[in-house]
């Protein structure tokens, strides 16, 4: 994985070359081409092996992001990840590092601040104050620093920007979900201990990018999730996909919790590796 001067100084031309450009998203909705600009590593986590960058939101708040990138020239397949409603942590620039290895640049991107819920005692926390406030997982503001990241993404040096991937846990994955649900696209996305509420069955057939779906057989309020985040939520929704004859995968972990993930380092190992699996065969061909 590479880190270091000549990754540095590339993201920082990336200041002046990335400026005010509107475009029409696939969505339809015009946006602004994203700043992105070298930052500092925040408080505890100076040494990380990654790159850390600005990416401003307008009018949101400016997203911290750890970028993990494999050695080699490239370009990279690249995916954004998301974290959960427990907040920015030192587990996902593990993931994002864990990812790099096998060559996928991966960008770990704290899209809020702050953190809730009962999963935050599973992470280290990283602070990112600059970024945006909390947003609902499927309202305009998630969607808005989903995209501004995916189009950030694109710009980054080594990534190949017609290689695009999402991957988000918990809130993180249903910000990914609603982002795809509104007719927008990448080419590929993982979510994890997503939430799936029986509505969503309805937009299956507008779906355009594979999906796969890692989820415990044991999600639970008390270990992080809610009440759509229960496996018979994600197998409704996986039932939907497979009905209306779009491409997912599936893992079901039995006796998996919301946050095993984190908690379980078997969990872990495989879910990288189903992971890596993925995404290597979408973000490739």
């Known amino acids: 994985m590479r880190s270091g001067g000549a990754l540095t100084a590339a993201l920082g031309m990336l200041l002046v070359l990335v400026c005010a450009v509107t475009r029409a998203s696939p969505g ?4 602004t081409a994203p700043i992105v600009s070298p930052a500092v590593a925040p408080s505890g986590a100076e040494a990380l092996a990654v790159q850390w960058v600005n990416v401003t939101v307008p009018q949101r708040g400016v997203v911290l992001a750890a970028v993990a990138r494999p050695n080699g020239a490239g370009p990279f397949a690249t995916v954004v990840i998301l974290h959960g409603s427990h907040g920015f942590a ?5 993931l994002a590092r864990d990812l790099a290895q096998s ?24 602070d990112c104050p600059m970024s945006p ?31 695009i991937g999402l991957l988000g846990h918990s809130r993180g994955a249903g910000a990914v979900l609603t982002y795809l649900l509104g007719g927008r696209s990448v080419t590929a996305a993982v979510l994890n201990s997503g939430g799936y509420p029986r509505q969503l069955a309805d937009l299956a057939p507008t ?12 999600d639970d309020p008390a270990d ?22 779009k491409s997912v995968e599936t893992v079901y972990y039995e006796g998996g919790r919301h ?16 992971i890596l699996a993925f995404l290597l065969r979408r973000l490739r061909s």
């Open 133 to 163: 406030p909390m947003p609902g997982a499927s309202s305009p503001e998630a969607v808005q620093v989903v995209d501004t990241l995916v189009q950030a993404a694109r710009t980054l040096p080594g990534a190949s920007p017609d290689r």
């Open 28 to 31: 339809g909705v015009t946006t």
């Open 90 to 94: 030192h587990e996902y620039v593990r």
């Open 259 to 274: 946050n095993g993930l984190f908690s379980d380092d078997a969990q872990y190992r495989d879910e990288v590796r189903q």
């Open 224 to 245: 992080g999730g809610v009440a759509v985040t229960k496996v018979e939520m994600a197998r409704g929704f996986e039932a939907a996909l497979r009905a209306a004859g």
């Open 103 to 126: 060559g996928v640049q991966a960008i770990a991107a704290c899209w809020f601040r702050g953190s809730a819920g009962a999963g935050s005692r599973f992470i280290t926390p990283i």
């Open 207 to 218: 779906l355009g990018t594979p999906l796969l779906i890692l989820h415990g057989t044991a």
